[in-house]
């Protein structure tokens, strides 16, 4: 059984930087895969990116070169550096992990607006 608590969202005009944070429990984060998901209001939850336990990560078109996903496996902790964010990536957050299962954080709110 894993728990993940998402922080680190927030209210940021468009251009601004923010970082989530992802911090687990309850099991060796390092065996788990992981990934961020985004769901905007009337949307279906989308992956956002996705890093492997081997370090190799993948990115959603809408979010390349302006998103960053990392993990610190000695912190159980994962993260995701968003750039140059748009009101269109205003949406709730979660952060997952899986091995055979899949886990969910319980999403933290990213809003973008002037």
């Known amino acids: 059984q894993v728990q993940l608590v998402e922080s680190g969202g927030g209210l940021v005009q468009p251009g601004g930087s923010l970082r989530l944070s992802c911090a687990a429990s309850g099991s060796i984060f390092s065996i788990y895969n992981m990934g961020w998901y985004r769901q905007a209001p009337g949307k279906q939850r989308e992956l956002v990116a996705a890093i492997t336990t081997g370090g190799i990560t993948h990115y959603a078109d809408p979010v390349k070169g302006r998103f960053t996903i990392s993990r610190d496996n000695g912190k159980n902790t994962g993260y995701l550096q968003m750039n140059s964010l748009k009101p269109e990536d205003t949406a709730v957050y979660y952060c997952?992990?899986?091995?055979?299962?899949?886990?969910w954080g319980q999403g933290t709110q990213v809003t973008v607006s002037s």
């Open positions: 997952s992990v899986d091995r055979y299962v899949r886990y």
